[in-house]
């Protein structure tokens, strides 16, 4: 027989990096689930995105048993990696400190495609590009859709 | 460490953004509310200008309030820790129970854990592949040294089993606080217990066995040192890692000069031993 849910709950926590203190304390230990266990499986699971924001969703069971799912990070996470801005720029509209050329916008909106609710990679590049431009990020080039 | 919360009133348009604005100063986990967002960093890290400067960034774009609170210490794991259920390892070889369980003679060895939000209850499988472990090698007479004790489950199996002097630390103040209490409550207070990490430890020191139940990326770090601290002969015993990860693991220690002698794998994390060549 398939376990009852008890219900769920999502976190964004830094890979390699979850730990029993708020916000993952209270979150599960309210729910009698063993805290500890979670970190060290969320940390182990994350060793290669060590730091990176991931959106973790916690599914918990009567039984006080869970099964967690991680998601791709952020779009502005990974267009802060991408353009490798320290603060990004102090006035977004103006002064524009740092850029992503249209391919890793491509890059981000085909990582991101599963979680957002976009039916195309263009409306999804359209999407990260406007995220990028509130950042202060230039998307440097040409829209490939400028191009036909 | 202590914790600031900060809690957004925000657009959630917005709410991403922001998340990676913090990220970059340090804040670690964040929750999405209804209201915008509550995100987390240690005490040491907060710096109320830098968030200021980061809401100013964005205030011709959207309106962004915020309030900080102090976080007090609890054992969030409480609820968890007061329901526990034993476990065992092998057959009749180790039980790990709480205070408020009855013994059981069975085995031939019972160790009495309240973990107060430390992690090693034996209820993880890298917890219980390393007390398998301990138990297929002698520990009489031997040197311990425990990485990363947590609880200190695995420095006091490794004290029940003879072995002497046992050396165990941790990062965290609160591991250690409950690994001596642990201690203890096992009869083993002479185990030393410290919170540092593995460079507050004297590289002249010899170990005959190092336990390590940590992760992949520690572990690949830190195996060489750990090496250096053995004896002819010492073992190596090393646990918080998934099977995908074991070969890289296998490959450092085998550089450093150490033979694989034993290999667990339980539900995809892998635990191995290794021997000083």
Redesign the interface.
């Known amino acids: 027989m398939a376990k009852e849910v008890g219900g769920y709950v ?5 890979g ?22 979670f ?3 969320f ?3 994350t ?1 290669d995105k ?1 730091g990176m ?1 991931l959106p973790v969703l916690i599914t918990y069971y009567k039984d ?1 048993t869970f099964d967690f799912v991680i998601k791709t990070p ?4 990974l ?2 990696e991408a353009a490798k801005v ?8 103006r002064t524009k400190v740092g850029s992503v050329s249209w391919d890793q916008v491509k890059q981000i909106a085909e990582t991101k495609m599963p979680d957002l609710n976009c039916f195309t990679v263009e409306s999804a590049m359209r999407m990260i590009a406007g ?1 990028a431009r ?3 990020i230039t998307v440097t080039g040409t829209a490939p859709w400028d191009n036909q | ?1 202590n ?1 600031i ?1 900060l809690s957004l009133t925000l657009s959630p348009d ?1 709410t ?2 922001l ?3 913090l ?2 100063l340090g804040f ?5 509310t209804d209201e915008g967002l ?1 995100a ?1 960093v240690t005490e040491d890290l907060f710096d109320e200008t830098a968030i200021q ?2 809401i100013a ?2 205030e ?2 959207t309106a962004i309030a915020y309030q900080v609170s102090s ?1 007090e210490k ?1 054992n ?5 820790e007061q ?2 259920e034993p476990i065992t390892v092998g057959e009749n070889l180790v039980r790990v129970r709480a205070s408020f369980h009855e013994p059981d003679a069975a085995f031939q060895h019972e160790l009495v854990i309240n ?1 107060k ?5 034996g ?2 499988e ?1 917890t219980s592949m390393m007390l398998e472990h301990q138990m297929h090698i002698g520990h009489a007479g031997k040197a311990v040294l425990d990485v990363g004790s ?1 609880t200190g489950i695995l420095a006091i199996l490794a004290a029940k089993m003879g072995a002497s002097p046992v050396v165990a630390f941790d990062i965290e103040e609160w591991a250690v606080e409950n690994a001596v209490e642990n201690a203890g409550l096992n009869n083993h207070p002479e185990i030393r217990v410290f919170q540092g990490t593995i460079a507050d430890v004297d590289p002249a020191e010899r170990y005959d066995i190092v336990l390590a139940n940590i ?3 520690v572990l690949l770090v830190e195996i060489p040192t750990y090496v250096s601290l053995l004896n002819e002969n010492g073992y190596l015993f090393v646990s ?3 099977e995908h ?1 074991a070969a890289d693991i296998e490959a450092k220690a085998n550089e450093a000069g150490m033979e694989l002698v034993r290999s667990l794998t339980k539900n995809q ?1 892998s635990s191995l031993v290794f021997r000083k060549a």
């Not at chain 2, 670690?28 to 999405?32: D, L, R």
């Open positions: 999502k976190l964004q926590v830094k390699g990096q979850a730990n029993p203190s708020p916000p993952i304390g209270p979150a599960l230990g309210s729910k009698g689930l063993n805290i500890m266990e970190c060290k499986q940390n182990g699971r060793q060590m924001i006080k952020p779009a502005p996470v267009l802060k320290k603060g990004g720029s102090a006035q977004p509209n995220t509130s950042m202060g | 460490m914790y919360e917005y991403d953004i998340m990676a604005e990220g970059e670690e986990s964040f929750v999405e509550l987390y400067e980061v960034k964005y011709e774009l976080l609890k969030w794991n409480a609820e968890w329901n526990y973990p939000m430390s992690f090693g209850t209820h993880h890298t947590g992760n992949r990326n918080g890692f998934y990860d994390w």
